[in-house]
């Protein structure tokens, strides 16, 4: 795929995705979503790529959806939507269970949430709507000194959307996120480092550094198959109902990758005093037991 609205670059075993609209603060759009959708299947499908980056070109990260439409923006039965207008029946009423019912916000979640590689969401500027709740899915948020967060739905007459009720409160608590969802006040990086949403502010030309030295930590020092069994273990484990569920995916884990060429390699190096080099690659040598959920599907 050709990217229109995102740069995709791949330089020391680290993906960047940059968000590409500058003259429109990278305000998102369906075309926006499949492109990222495709770059985080590329990444997956590399075994070069250790980590990803997400990040804005100009002055923003991503200003929310693109309101260009006008007062009909988030209207399902303009003509210019015919996915949209699939799901309303002849009789008027809604199949709630149509694929086109969806938001494209939540797509792209979803799609970062079963990553194979570890996502840093490097926050250069304003980040509302879409903008922020993308970044909930994403492992770990730093931010510029020009950054700022808004979950504004309530301002705009809807709801938030991109699966944040499911990521939001687990990330900063039910408290701090219906105050910022209620109220859909913009509030600068210091109140989201405050609350939890960010790990760390940095001066604007330091952010991206910062970002790629995270990276490359990871790139450096562990194994590709062990990080992605980790990143879905913490995540799925999110929502698991009690912690007998993390006790079976944690033994099968230990059980299959105890006598792999990573283990080995593993503790060989630490004796020896050594950096490791890891030989297994997630293109080919992910456990039997990987995936252990059911994929969940629209319905």
């Given amino acids: 795929m050709a990217y229109e609205q995102i740069i995709y670059e791949v330089a020391d075993n680290i993906a960047t995705i940059t968000l590409n609209r500058p003259e429109k603060l990278n305000a998102f759009t369906g075309i926006m979503m499949n492109e990222m959708i495709d ?37 399902s039965t303009r003509e210019d939507r015919p996915e949209r207008k699939s799901a309303i029946k002849p009789d008027g009423t809604v199949d709630w269970s149509n694929e086109g019912v969806r938001d494209g916000g939540g797509r792209l979640t979803l799609r970062i ?18 903008g922020v709740t993308m970044q909930l ?19 705009r007459g809807i709801v938030p959307e991109a699966c944040s009720s499911w990521f939001l409160p687990k990330i900063v608590g039910i408290s701090q996120a219906l105050e910022w969802t209620f109220t859909g006040r913009v509030f600068p990086a210091e109140e989201a480092l405050e609350g939890g949403l960010i790990k760390k502010i940095y001066k604007p030309d330091q952010l991206i550094p910062a970002a790629r030295a ?45 006598s792999s060429a990573d283990v080995k390699e593993g503790v060989a190096s630490f004796l020896e005093k050594r950096p490791a080099k890891f030989p297994d690659k997630v293109s080919k040598d992910m456990p039997s037991y990987f995936p252990w959920w059911q994929e969940r599907k629209y319905s």
């Fill in 214 to 258: 995270l990276a490359r930590e990871i790139a450096d020092n562990t194994s590709q198959v062990s990080v992605a069994l980790i990143r879905q273990m913490l995540w799925k484990m999110a929502g698991a109902d009690h912690p007998m569920e993390a006790h079976k995916v944690d033994s099968r884990g230990i059980f299959a990758r105890g």
């Fill in 137 to 155: 899915a994403m492992d770990v948020r730093l931010a510029s000194e020009n950054a700022r967060f808004g979950f504004v739905f309530a301002r």
């Fill in 39 to 75: 770059a985080f299947d590329k990444a997956d499908a590399d075994d070069n790529v250790r980590a990803i980056i997400v990040t804005g070109a100009g002055r923003a990260f991503c200003a929310g959806a693109d309101l260009s439409a006008g007062p009909r923006t988030f209207d």
């Fill in 113 to 130: 949430f079963d990553s194979l590689k570890p996502v840093i969401a490097a926050v250069n500027g304003p980040a509302v709507g879409v």
